[in-house]
């Protein structure tokens, strides 16, 4: 889950990356297998507390109520529940996995990676990440909104 990068100055550093579905499981979504779904199509994953949480924000659903987890999970981080994903949900519970994990901004590269940036990461990161992605197919994503990950409504003040 993460890269050696070098910076512009030589510093080798480590940058939070998601580029597989393997990657997700230390952010509590754990790919389990595809023989799970009838049409071979959906991954089934086990959840632990954030991945719920992670999913919850990623679908705009609060107090998702999933399925019974189908293993147990460690004793510390224990799995609440499981989902069958699609392949084309990897990038947007990547952005919010990274996101709910403390980085306060996500650059999305066109093949599909999403690399998470921390605060405490050099100033020089997105100038590197750009020199070594291209700035085609990559996109910036962050908690900009009105109500952090949501809009607030302009004429009722709603958010949810």
């Known amino acids: 889950m993460r890269f050696k990068v070098f910076s512009r100055f030589g510093r080798r ?20 297998t595809g023989e799970a779904c009838g049409l071979m199509y959906r991954i089934l994953c086990d959840v632990t507390e954030h991945g719920k ?3 919850e924000k990623c679908l705009g659903i609060p107090r998702l109520a999933l399925p019974s987890p189908w293993n147990r999970g ?8 499981s989902i069958m994903l699609a392949p084309e949900m ?3 519970i990547a952005v919010f ?3 709910e994990s403390g980085c306060t901004e996500v650059w999305k590269v066109k093949d599909g990676g999403c690399f998470g940036i921390e605060p405490d990461d ?18 910036r994503l962050a908690y900009q909104g009105t109500a952090g990950h949501r809009n607030i409504h302009v004429m009722s003040g709603r958010v949810q």
């Open 13 to 32: 550093r480590s940058l939070k990356a998601i580029v597989r579905w393997d990657d997700l499981t230390a952010l509590g979504i754990e790919p389990l």
């Open 74 to 81: 460690g004793d510390s981080d224990p799995h609440v529940g």
């Open 97 to 99: 996995a990274l996101l």
């Open 53 to 55: 949480h992670v999913l």
């Open 122 to 139: 050099p100033l020089d990161t997105v100038p590197t990440l750009k020199r070594f992605h291209g700035t085609e197919g990559l996109r």
């Open 90 to 92: 990897f990038v947007p």
